[in-house]
């Protein structure tokens, strides 16, 4: 415990289990899924958030004469894997240094790179001081036990302006995610673009059908334990094909946590004959679907852009969902319709010189990431006028 003078403390939590769920989440009276006490708790009990993989819980929970103000999702880490927001050189520039950058404090949710929540702070209490005392006993922690630097990661753009003030130093980046424009289905989407991108686009959409292959959604418990069971096949064997290891994500993790999560879990079956060969799996809030894993087991023309694309873009249409999140990084997506925005990430460093350097990194880095989102935007399908086909 850390004590301040108005008796506010903050208590770090090493697992999930040494609080109750009920005292989490009415904190976080949110639908977004990645911040509720289930989901951070099946991470770390199906294996994927432990010290033995660099994702050591150490979550902040500040109490004022007792009562729960603030909680807040942390992890002791001593890597940059499953981040998304690359600081190797930040270690690389420690190690010239003659420090040490790991271990790190990171406030994130854990192999998802998706704007939101990061601070909930109680229904009373004042969110700017809260917040601030918040931050401050972090630091102070951080600081005792000789810990580099606290790094929040995907906090929405208000957090991470309040962040700024406080000395945390913010990095942009860009992502590209699509927005309901009150689209009666996929046809009226389609409308907005110039004919020679909605033919493109059409012609993707048919290779699929000519392949023979069905698409088929599930929701919450239409989705099978013979589903998952399949699903984390996918998930291993393209995570193996692409990087070498079989995904941060456990079976247990599938198989009872996102199983768990009810009508918030969405997965797109692709099929050839009787035969399951791919699939995409989303989770949901009441505004947003997040695209977040996909897994094949053979490869087909255009598959993985109908599964974990248009299949999401039909979905948000048919339940009036607003915005869909399908991930980091994949320039390709602005050509469908995604469009460009700014994420954020704020970084508090100990060491006053090196904070010198990140600070003058990421207002170095700025103008080009506000740049490329500006080529970016020009290179949408968007048509300007009307057309025809």
């Known amino acids: 415990m850390i004590e301040t003078p108005d008796d506010i403390q903050l208590e770090l939590l090493t697992s999930m289990q040494d609080i109750e769920p009920t005292a989490w989440d009415n904190v976080t ?47 002791l880490k001593s890597h940059s ?11 690389d520039a420690w190690q010239r ?3 040490q950058y790991y271990p790190k404090l990171v406030t994130a949710i854990p192999f998802t790179p998706c704007t939101g929540p990061r601070i909930a702070v109680a229904a009373g209490s004042d969110v700017t001081q809260t917040i601030r005392a ?24 208000t957090l991470s302006q ?22 009666e289905n996929f046809d009226a989407f389609l409308a907005t673009f110039t004919s020679r991108k909605r033919k493109a686009l059409r012609r993707e959409r048919r290779r699929v059908e000519e392949q023979g292959l069905m698409l088929q959604t599930l929701v919450g418990a239409e989705i099978t334990e013979a589903h998952w069971q399949q699903f984390y096949r996918f998930y291993q064997f393209t995570y193996a094909k692409r990087s070498g290891h079989g995904g941060y994500l456990t079976r247990d993790f599938f198989l009872k946590t996102a199983a768990g999560m009810g009508e918030q879990v969405v997965m797109v079956v692709a099929s050839d004959a009787d035969d399951a060969v791919a699939a995409a799996l989303y989770f949901r809030s009441g505004d947003t679907l997040y695209g977040r894993y996909w897994g094949c087991e053979r490869e087909y023309d255009c598959l993985h852009f109908e599964t974990c694309y248009y299949q999401g873009i039909e979905y948000c249409i048919a339940n009036g ?20 925005i700014s994420t954020y990430s704020n970084h508090w460093i100990a060491h006053s010189g090196l904070s010198e350097a990140v600070a003058h990194f990421t207002q170095e880095e700025a103008p080009h990431s506000d740049a490329y989102k ?14 025809s086909d």
């Open 29 to 75: 009276p949110t639908d977004y899924p990645f911040i509720r006490h289930h989901f951070l708790l099946g991470l770390e009990t199906t294996g994927c958030t432990t010290a033995e993989s660099g994702w050591q819980p150490c979550h902040a929970v500040l109490r004022e004469h007792g009562e729960i103000i603030a909680v807040m999702p942390m992890y």
């Open 321 to 340: 969902l607003q915005r869909f999140d399908p991930g980091a990084q994949g320039e390709h997506k602005i050509q469908r319709g995604f469009t460009p």
């Open 134 to 157: 918040l931050v401050a006993n972090v630091e102070a922690f951080a600081t005792q036990k000789g810990i580099s630097s606290w790094h929040c990661l995907f906090p929405d753009e």
């Open 374 to 387: 500006q080529s970016a935007s020009e290179l949408l399908p968007f048509r300007k006028e009307p057309d």
């Open 81 to 91: 894997y499953g981040e998304y927001v690359f600081d190797w050189s930040w270690a």
């Open 162 to 183: 309040e962040l700024l003030t406080l000395g945390c130093h913010q990095r942009l980046a860009t992502q590209f995610h699509w927005f309901n424009q009150g689209f």
């Open 97 to 99: 240094s003659g420090l």
